[in-house]
T-cell receptor, first 113, second 113 residues
Framework: DTGVSQNPRHKITKRGQNVTFRCDPI?????LYWYRQTLGQGPEFLTY????????KSRLLSDRFSAERPKGSFSTLEIQRTEQGDSAMYLC???????????FGPGTRLTVT | DAKTTQPPSMDCAEGRAANLPCNHS???????VYWYRQIHSQGPQYIIH???NNETNEMASLIITEDRKSSTLILPHATLRDTAVYYC??????????????FGKGTLLTVNP
């Protein structure tokens, strides 16, 4: 059973550097979501793709953040000019027919020093 | 803003039933109740969802009050591995709007030996 995978699992970077995370959803899932989670909080929605189309972006997704899903399969989330406030767990999830029933990956933990 | 209210923490003895409450007094007629849980350092995991009827699956039971303003997630025989943060989420599956999960802070359930 291949679930949602995310790479890398951990990333430490210096402030001002760019980072890119990858998410591979479950193969038949056409919807893909990115969330961010900080310590003690629930995950916060960032953006959502249906196939290759990015259909919604949260206000949390500043212009330093960009997400792509070029062929409707894997997705990347890039953060440019990282700031210490970007330190968080970045979670990816995918779903098929059942909106609301999402399958989450293990997350990428970003630490900005 | 999260549409649900949950206690921040609960304890349960191993082998006993864990009953996790959730208030959602502003729920709309087309909104479902979803439950997810998040074990430490993992991504959230879907548990169950329902509209107005009680639901049961291999993981848990969901009891929704007749007025739909509150619900209870029941883990019938809690084990140490059920220690996690449990999130109650309300939202609509159908309709033209893009659906996304809005997590609150959830309830930290600690199962004690």
């Amino acid at each position: 059973d291949t679930g949602v995978s995310q790479n890398p699992r951990h990333k430490i970077t210096k402030r001002g550097q760019n980072v890119t995370f990858r998410c591979d959803p479950i193969s038949e899932h056409n919807r893909l979501y990115w969330y961010r989670q900080t310590l003690g909080q629930g995950p916060e929605f960032l953006t959502y793709f249906q196939n290759e189309a990015q259909l919604e972006k949260s206000r949390l997704l500043s212009d330093r953040f960009s997400a792509e899903r070029p062929k409707g399969s894997f997705s990347t989330l890039e953060i440019q000019r990282t700031e210490q406030g970007d330190s968080a767990m970045y979670l990816c999830a995918s779903s098929f027919r059942d909106r609301g029933r999402e399958y989450f990956g293990p997350g990428t933990r970003l630490t900005v020093t | 803003d999260a549409k649900t209210t949950q206690p921040p923490s609960m304890d349960c003895a191993e082998g006993r039933a864990a009953n996790l409450p959730c208030n959602h007094s502003t729920i709309s007629g087309n909104e479902y109740v979803y439950w997810y849980r998040q074990i430490h350092s993992q991504g959230p995991q879907y548990i169950i969802h329902g509209l107005k009827n009680n639901e049961t699956n291999e993981m848990a039971s969901l009891i929704i009050t007749e007025d739909r303003k509150s619900s209870t997630l029941i883990l019938p025989h809690a084990t140490l591995r059920d220690t996690a943060v449990y999130y109650c989420i309300v939202g609509a599956i159908s309709g033209g709007s893009n659906y996304k999960l809005t997590f609150g802070k959830g309830t930290l359930l600690t199962v004690n030996p």
